[in-house]
T-cell receptor
Framework: ETGVTQTPRHLVMGMTNKKSLKCEQH?????MYWYKQSAKKPLELMFV???????ENNSVPSRFSPECPNSSHLFLHLHTLQPEDSALYLC????????????????FGPGTRLTVL | KQEVTQIPAALSVPEGENLVLNCSFT??????LQWFRQDPGKGLTSLLL?????REQTSGRLNASLDKSSGRSTLYIAASQPGDSATYLC??????????????FGKGTKLSVKP
């Protein structure tokens, strides 16, 4: 048990649907992340929130919309997705380092396996 | 732009064998390097984290080394067991650019240890 939970674990949706992925961390961390893991590609960072403010968006299409209402919860709202968006979506949390060089171990949830038909 | 490469992509060994997984990165300006394990259908578990000023870290049967100047890291697994079967991911935390402070991952090495 890593202290980071994600729901749902599996999701199948049509291209016109709207759905949301949820992540919750019980570790007292102040930074949360969304990653996308596609087959045969490296894990890709999508969004970073630090102290509930978005600090990085790695050029993710607008059909993915993150929300971080507090330091323990992170959502990824999905709408009008494409089949190529099918992937494993992983959430992570960490104690965001304040100084360069500090160790910053990220703790990952089990992921949501998303299939877009 | 930082890129991380892992070789081999897949590895199958008999139980009890010692093995080495390789990771290389293109930009030596890193804060640290981390090795993760991912079991099928599950998230990532951090195994070892090596700060840029360190040469190696050990945990049980695992030993990770870092040669920052040459952009290389190895993960050594001693006396492999079937329970070690998983995908092993290497990630670096870079100084610069859009990835400042964020993890850049390799594609992973899928390890299978046969009983």
């Amino acid at each position: 048990e890593t202290g980071v939970t994600q729901t749902p674990r599996h999701l199948v949706m049509g291209m016109t649907n709207k759905k949301s992925l949820k992540c919750e961390q019980h570790l007292g961390h102040n930074a949360m992340y969304w990653y996308k893991q596609s087959a045969k590609k490296p894990l890709e960072l999508m969004f970073v929130y630090s102290l509930e403010e978005r600090v990085e968006n790695n050029s993710v299409p607008s059909r993915f919309s993150p929300e971080c209402p507090n330091s323990s919860h992170l959502f990824l709202h999905l709408h009008t997705l494409q089949p190529e968006d099918s992937a494993l979506y992983l959430c992570a949390s960490s104690q965001r380092p304040g100084l360069a060089g500090e160790a910053d171990t990220q703790y990952f949830g089990p992921g949501t396996r998303l299939t877009v038909l | 732009k930082q890129e991380v490469t892992q070789i081999p992509a897949a590895l199958s060994v008999p139980e009890g064998e010692n093995l080495v997984l390789n990771c290389s990165f293109t930009d030596s300006a890193i804060y640290n390097l981390q090795w993760f394990r991912q079991d099928p259908g599950k998230g990532l578990t951090s195994l070892l984290l090596i700060q840029s000023s360190q040469r190696e870290q050990t945990s049980g049967r695992l030993n990770a080394s870092l040669d920052k100047s040459s952009g290389r890291s190895t993960l050594y697994i001693a006396a492999s067991q079937p329970g070690d079967s998983a995908t092993y991911l290497c990630a670096v935390r870079s100084y610069y650019g859009g990835s400042q402070g964020n993890l850049i991952f390799g594609k992973g090495t899928k390890l299978s240890v046969k009983p």
